[in-house]
């Protein structure tokens, strides 16, 4: 499958815990993004990457959070001191041109 | 706030009927218009996308309709199958000012009834 590959898919944890998710982009790929979506909405944009430079970041983005992608490969988001709120979708895609999405990682934050 | 506005949020249509879902933007700055489809528990995947040079674009059963003077953009669903059945994201982005990150719709819900 040479698709955009997400790690869990799904994850529970408890309030204040660090939770950390992985994304493995279509190999080709130079952009990788994360993406929020809450249910019943769009997905939300919160960070992407052009190779690893880390390129913008959404107010979305608090303190909480950080995303790497060391040497412009597989790209991992880490939510620290997680809250209810956080509970989502979290979505990475990967692009040349057009984006094409993972299957998401469901957090659910108890 | 949301800089693309899609309607309806839901409907309901019969199979080999036609869905129209609308989106509306206000960003002169967007120049690709790509639409989604997502079903429950999935990414959403790539249906069909526009650039604004041209009105309209049709894959298969899937149309896109284009009006670039009233920053307008439509999808056209024909012959509507049981398997459509699924959430549609209209999103939008700007990679001529570098801004690829896409900005989406809040989604309609279509229901093909058989």
């Known amino acids: 499958d040479t698709g955009v590959s997400q790690n869990p898919r799904h994850k529970i944890t408890k309030r204040g815990q660090n939770v950390t998710f992985r994304c493995d982009p279509i190999?080709?790929?130079?952009?990788l993004y994360w993406y929020r979506q809450t249910l019943g909405q769009g997905p939300e944009f919160l960070t992407y990457?052009?190779?690893?430079?880390?390129?913008?970041k959404s107010r979305l983005l608090s303190d909480r959070f950080s995303a790497e992608r060391p040497k412009g490969s597989f790209s991992t988001l880490e939510i620290q001191r997680t809250e209810q709120g956080d509970s989502a979708m979290y979505l990475c895609a990967s692009s040349l041109y057009e984006q094409f999405f993972g299957p998401g990682t469901r957090l659910t934050v108890l | 706030q949301q800089q693309v506005k899609q309607s309806p949020q839901s409907l309901i249509v019969q199979k080999g009927g036609i869905s129209i879902i609308n989106c509306a933007y206000e960003?002169?700055?967007?120049?690709?218009f790509p639409w989604y489809q997502q079903f429950p528990g999935k990414g959403p995947a790539l249906l069909i996308a526009?650039?604004?040079?041209?009105s309209e674009k049709k894959e298969g059963r899937f149309t896109i309709s284009f009006n670039k003077s009233a920053k307008q953009f439509s999808l056209h669903i024909m012959d509507s199958q049981p398997g459509d059945s699924a959430t549609y994201f209209c999103a939008a982005r700007a990679p001529r000012t570098n801004d690829y990150k896409l900005s989406f719709g809040a989604g309609t819900t279509v229901t093909v009834r058989a």
């Open positions: 960003n002169t700055a967007f120049d690709y």
């Open positions: 990457f052009q190779n690893e430079a880390q390129l913008e």
């Open positions: 526009i650039r604004p040079d041209v």
């Open positions: 190999s080709e790929h130079n952009r």
